[in-house]
Structures are given as C-alpha cells and as structure tokens.
C-alpha cells in the first residue's frame, strides 16, 4: 500500500501546485511509483505544470460520478518510463462532487498501485482543504519565507493536528531568496521552523528556471544542476530515508556546496545510502514505515527532527515523536532529517536554545 501526503499551505500561489510536480518527478526519479492528484478543481493547473495538460481525457469527476474507471482517467507522463502519473482534475465540474468521501475512495485505490500518492490541495482551509486533507495519510506544508505565509501556515498546522494523521505535518520553505534572507528582510528558516514547530523537510531556492521550465510544460526538477532542482530532489531522498544536510544559503552562487546530488540516483540503494550526512546535522529520534508497493526493501521514513533542531523541542513535538517511535518498523534502516540553521549565515552549526520572543517580534525581529 502507498502513502498518500496533501500538499498544502494556506496562503494561495506559494508554490503547492509546483512541488507536487516537482516532487512527484523527483521521487520518480528515485525509482517510486508515484501518482499526483489534483484536487484544485476549477483551476486545474497541475496538468500544465506537468506539461499533460493536451493528454487529459477523463477526470477525477469522470471517476467518482462513474464515468470512468480510475485506469481510464490516469495520465502517464511520457518522459518517467511509468513512474509518474496524473490525475487530473475538472475545470468545468460542480465543486461539490469532490466530497471527503469521494476523495478517501479515489486515494484507496490508488494506493494499491503507487508509492506515493501526492494530492495538490487548494488554497484556503474551506471544504476544498477539508476535502484533500480527508484523503491523506500525512501532509507537507509548503509556505514561503514571507510573513503572510508563514502566518496562514500557523493556521494550518493547527487544522492539521487536530486531524491526528499518521504521519505530522512536515514543512517545505519555498522560494528562499537567499539575499534577502540573509541581509534580514525575510524571516529566516530558524525562525520559520520555530515559529511553525513542525519538522523540516527542506528549503527550495526561488529559481527563474522554475518558472521558465513551468511555462515550456516541463519540469525543473529534471535539471539536476539547478539549485531549485536540487531542492526538490534532496526532499525526495529524505522522504526515503536518506540524510541530506541542509543546503547552504551563504555561499555567493545558489548551487550549494554541500548539498550535491550524485548522479545517477536512480542506482542508489535508497535504504543504505544515508552516508553523505555530517554528525552535525543527523541525530535520529524515530521513523515509520509504509508499506512499499515496488520495493518492500526501501520503507519510507518517517523524518523527524533532531534533538539539536529548536522547533521540536517544544513538548507538543516531543510527544509526536515518542508517538512515533512506537510505531516504527523494525525493517526501517535510516531516519533522514533535516536541521534548521540557527541563522540564515550558518548551516551546521549547533543551534543555541530558542530566545523567548513572540510571534510579532519573531517577526519584526525585535527583541526583549
Ligand atoms: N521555487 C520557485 N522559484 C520560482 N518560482 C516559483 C517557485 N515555486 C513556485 N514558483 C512560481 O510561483 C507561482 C505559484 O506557484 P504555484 O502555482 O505552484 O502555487 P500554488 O500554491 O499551487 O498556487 P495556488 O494556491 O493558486 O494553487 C508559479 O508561477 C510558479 O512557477
Ligand atoms: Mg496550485
């Protein structure tokens, strides 16, 4: 059985729709099975990104009103050799026909066939949300470092634990500008991940290649020498396990020195291959496991954060963890995390305890 995770955010056009594609393509290229669904019925924009926007014969709705089977509605992305498929969604449907019920069917099937089963949520936290988050095993939240977002994260994250899936929420920060972040005029990844108190799952660079390859059809994530390319593919390996530090956001180019992926990756032995860390930034607590569709040796890890990593410090966090180290599968080799700089300016170094500031000052960056 896959594992279906909701892409979501809260704050609309922070980049959801773009790093369901990008990593649906990435964990493709790892060898996963992958389905990605889009659930943003109306806008329907995850075809596009995907460049199948012209294959699209059946929908979702096609699918749950009886029109067509599952098999019928699935796109094949030509250039992933059957790894990567669509679901796409309707443009001109009635909203009301994608019920949490309808969804929860849908991702029960598809699970069956895929590893990984990414749902591209809507914005808002309306019915669209409810709906997508119904569906779901785990989520990954995606927000940028700007104050809006990440305060309709917050927002979020609150709906999502209330919801008690298997697997917490995990955060993708995209769209880091790192002139910005590092002069002070963004909020910076540890004060995100503080703020947010949920996991890490990576930072993803605002690249023009992004939109550039996006507006041709195709998908940056297939470059395996741009920066936001990398990004997305470093948080493929980690959701399978792997320990990949944090990509550096002080060097003067956006290609990270310490964060390159070796090619090919499609040979890597994805359960063992957790060798490139450095001691500062891998301090496993727990995993868990999902069951695997086509490689019952590699599980997917349930990526935790470490004991150095400020925002799971909170108690909240630590009992999710204890939580899940009580689920974890004794097939489980590897744990991947990845660890919040301190400061924009620092990558691996050990972060000091949190300072006690609000949100607004966290913000604003004033102190007490
Ligand atoms: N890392 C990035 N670098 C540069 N541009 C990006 C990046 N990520 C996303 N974008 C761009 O940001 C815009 C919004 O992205 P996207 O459509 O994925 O957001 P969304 O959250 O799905 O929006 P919506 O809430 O409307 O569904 C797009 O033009 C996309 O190409
Ligand atoms: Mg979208």
Redesign the pocket.
């Known amino acids: 059985m896959g594992t279906a995770l909701v892409?979501t955010?809260g704050?609309?056009?922070?980049?959801?729709?773009?790093?369901?594609?990008n990593l649906g393509a990435a964990l493709a290229l790892l060898h996963k099975k992958v389905c990605v669904v889009d659930l943003?019925l109306g806008?329907r924009?995850?075809d596009s990104?995907l460049g199948l926007q012209n294959r699209i014969i059946y929908t979702i709705v096609d699918v749950i009103q009886g029109r067509a089977d599952i098999e019928q509605a699935l796109i094949a992305h030509p250039d992933f050799d059957g790894q990567l498929y669509l679901l796409p969604a309707a443009q001109n449907a009635d909203k009301n026909v994608l019920t949490a019920q309808a969804v929860k069917q849908v991702v029960s099937a598809l699970k069956k066939n895929f590893d990984f089963i990414l749902l591209?949520?809507?914005?808002?936290i309306e019915t669209g949300f409810e709906n997508a988050v119904a569906g779901a095993d785990g989520a990954i939240l995606?927000t940028n470092p700007e104050n809006v977002a990440v305060s309709d994260a917050d927002r979020i994250v609150g709906l999502l634990e209330a919801r008690h899936l298997e697997f917490g929420p995990r955060l993708i920060i995209?769209?880091?500008r790192k002139n910005l972040m590092n002069k002070g005029l963004t909020m910076n990844v540890a004060q995100i991940t503080d703020h947010l108190a949920i996991p890490l799952l990576g930072i993803?660079?605002?690249?023009?290649?992004?939109?550039a390859t996006?507006?041709q059809g195709k998908l940056?994530a297939v470059n395996a020498d741009n920066p936001?390319a990398q990004?997305y593919r470093n948080i493929a390996r980690r959701m399978l396990g792997e320990t990949v530090p944090l990509m550096s956001l002080t060097d003067e180019t956006n290609l990270a020195t310490d964060e390159v992926v070796t090619e090919p990756i499609k040979n890597k032995s994805l359960a063992n291959s957790a060798t490139d860390q450095t001691q500062d930034v891998v301090d496993p607590i727990a995993s868990a496991a999902a069951d695997k569709v086509s490689e019952p040796t590699t599980e997917m890890k349930e990526l935790t954060q470490t004991a150095k990593q400020p925002a799971v410090k909170e108690a909240s966090k630590t009992k999710k963890s204890a939580d899940l180290s009580a689920k974890t599968d004794t097939n489980v080799k590897a744990t991947a995390t990845e660890s919040a700089p301190k400061t924009a300016a620092t990558t691996v170094e050990k972060p000091t305890p949190p300072k006690k500031l609000s949100f607004w000052q966290r913000l604003f960056g004033r102190r007490q």
């Open positions: 892409v955010s704050k609309g056009g922070v980049g959801k729709t773009t790093t369901t594609a943003d806008l924009n995850l990104a591209d949520c809507p914005a808002g995606v995209n769209r880091i993803v660079f605002d690249d023009d290649e992004v939109i996006a507006n940056v936001a990004g």
